[in-house]
């Protein structure tokens, strides 16, 4: 029951934030939590359920951004240019998984490092394609059913509709046959093949289902900036999303997304206001890492069971009993 | 038909011959005792039938098929089950999880992403019958890092069990376990029925010369004796190479 009422006040919360938020400035910085959020939640598929930490996952956000822009910039038409783009992002997922999934462990980081980065030195390099530096600018954000995304709101509910989407369908994934098999193969991949498990297949499906929606979260990223450059393929970015998972909680549903939160307020926000904002964000990492290594939110439920069970083993007069 | 035929079977890691030139055949319903001193390469003998180690040369054959270039991963699906010596399950998961996720590896629906795991009761009765087998339906729902050592033990071979294996490994199921713990193994592995064919590795004689039928003792990769209780127990070079005196 409590449960339920979370969630209903988390939804009624996220739906209503274009009118409590105040200015188009936090909207938007809204709209940019929930696109990392789906893009860290793509990530957490293979870091949290499959036990395989990718460096390069920012190759394949780039990839769904470089596809829309060059297509729209091209002239294609947003659904087609999207559908397309979506085609791209799985190809190149299976491309990357083929080529990483050969290894685990820390063969399988240095092979997701790898592909990103050469993805990143084709983005920076191959201008004719890509712009190079200059980048690609899109056109106009989509119109789905006539309705204009071009300003702040309008453009946070789509995302919202996308995040909605992205979480619910990891909430039916984590639960079901084949999210059991995924976890199976983290924790034991050895007895799990001696079970009768197609590891390498799983693991593939797995790497293609997080290289979609991580490719999905840079279709928006597209649309947001209405600009694309080599800067969404970097290692630095690759580095922060992992940073967002692993310090929300990976393998947990809400981890992710606090994690994204947490970053893109202490990047957009807090930088106004702290010059060295980068260290408070280092300081921050740190300190989860010491006192909540399991990452925020499963931390956070670990702390919160605690002091709950205190409260019950010594009830003050009045208090919880 | 015999239920496994391993001919000039081969292993080697570098230089160290870990099989050599192995001959075994292990008829339907029989209850085998692998025996042998440590490194005798009785734990390697298991993960070549398995597929989790290939051979260097030679072949084996389950219920007459040939499955020496067969993967790993398809060989429990025509009714091969192991256990493992140093004890392998899914420490944060509960029992009935650990048994669900042998049933499902053997289950066409392990593929599905969509269906709930916790709404398959069909699958989930049947995981909870192989723990009623084992004697632990009651601790069904713990998880397994709070269970002791012998019920891990029960565990691993209930998850073998419930995937209905026609033949099947046990690789020392009686290490490390209480005297209680063990006669309560020892029960259970009394109970598997006849169709099933049971090959074990076990330095527990006690109890595993109850169970065997026919014994094999290997050293250093090489089946030296052969036979019925009787007759490898008497024989010299069983008490040379492995009882001693």
């Not at chain 1, 900036?225 to 999303?241: G, I």
């Not at chain 2, 029960?154 to 995937?163: D, F, G, S, T």
Request: hydrophobic share 50%; net charge positive; glycine share 10%.
């Amino acid at each position: 029951m409590t449960r339920r009422l979370l969630i209903a006040a988390a939804c009624l919360a996220l739906i209503t934030v274009p009118l409590w938020i105040g200015n188009n400035y936090y909207v938007n910085i809204a709209s940019q939590i929930l696109i990392y959020a789906v893009f860290a939640l793509g990530l957490n598929v293979l870091v949290g359920y499959a036990g395989l930490v990718s460096l390069g996952h920012a190759g394949l956000f780039g990839v769904g951004c470089y596809a829309a822009a060059w297509l729209l910039a091209g002239g294609f038409g947003h659904l087609t240019a999207a559908l397309i783009a979506l085609l791209i992002i799985l190809a190149t997922s299976a491309a990357f998984a083929v080529l990483s999934l050969r290894t685990s462990g820390i063969g399988f980081v240095m092979i997701t490092l790898a592909l990103g980065q050469i993805l990143w030195g084709l983005a920076y390099r191959w201008i004719g394609l890509t712009g190079g530096d200059n980048g690609i600018n899109v056109p106009s954000r989509p119109a789905p059913f006539g309705l204009s995304l071009a300003s702040a709101a309008p453009f946070y509910y789509f995302t919202l509709i996308v995040f909605a989407l992205a979480v619910a369908s990891m909430a039916v994934f984590v639960a079901s046959p084949f999210g059991a098999s995924l976890r199976g193969t983290r924790d034991q991949p050895r007895r799990m093949t001696a079970l009768g498990y197609n590891v390498w297949l799983i693991r593939f499906l797995a790497f293609l289902f997080s290289g979609f929606w991580s490719g999905v979260a840079g279709l928006l990223f597209c649309y947001f900036n209405e600009f694309v450059s080599p800067n969404v393929l970097a290692l630095s970015s690759s580095a922060e999303v992992l940073l967002m998972v692993i310090s929300g909680g990976s393998g947990t549903l809400l981890g992710p997304i606090a994690g994204a939160a947490l970053v893109v307020i202490m990047k957009n926000v807090a930088s106004a206001y702290i010059e060295r904002w980068n260290f408070v964000l280092g300081a921050i990492f740190v300190a989860i890492v010491i006192f909540m290594p399991e990452g925020l939110v499963p931390g956070s439920v670990r702390l919160w069971r605690w002091l709950w069970a205190g409260a019950r083993r010594f009830p003050v007069r009045g208090g919880v009993r | 038909m015999s239920a496994l035929v391993l001919k000039q079977l081969e292993k080697s890691f570098g230089g160290l011959r870990v099989t050599a030139a192995l001959d075994l055949t292990v008829e339907e319903g029989e209850r085998r005792l692998i025996i042998g001193p440590n490194g005798a390469g009785k734990t390697t003998l298991f993960n070549l039938i398995t597929g989790e180690l290939r051979p260097d040369a030679g072949a084996i054959a389950l219920f007459g098929r040939d499955i020496t270039r067969l993967p790993c991963r398809l060989r429990p699906h025509l009714g091969l089950a192991r256990t493992y010596q140093i004890i392998t399950l899914f420490p944060g998961e509960t029992l009935l999880h650990n048994v669900t996720l042998s049933l499902l590896g053997l289950s066409a629906l392990r593929w599905n992403p969509f269906r709930r795991l916790a709404r398959q009761q069909t699958l989930i009765e049947r995981a909870r019958a192989a723990l009623g087998r084992v004697g632990l339906d009651e601790l069904a729902e713990r998880p397994l890092a709070q269970t002791s050592y012998g019920e891990r033990r029960r565990v691993e071979i209930a998850m073998a069990l419930a995937q209905e294996p026609r033949l099947l490994l046990l690789d020392e199921p009686f290490a490390g376990l209480s005297i209680d713990e063990r006669k309560e193994v020892h029960r259970l592995l009394l109970s598997i029925p006849r169709d099933v064919t049971v090959v074990m590795i076990e330095h527990d004689m006690d109890v595993a010369l109850e169970l065997a039928e026919r014994i094999t003792l290997m050293h250093f990769g090489e089946v030296i004796v052969e036979g019925t209780r009787a007759e490898v127990v008497a024989h010299p070079r069983t008490r040379e190479i492995y009882l001693g005196g």
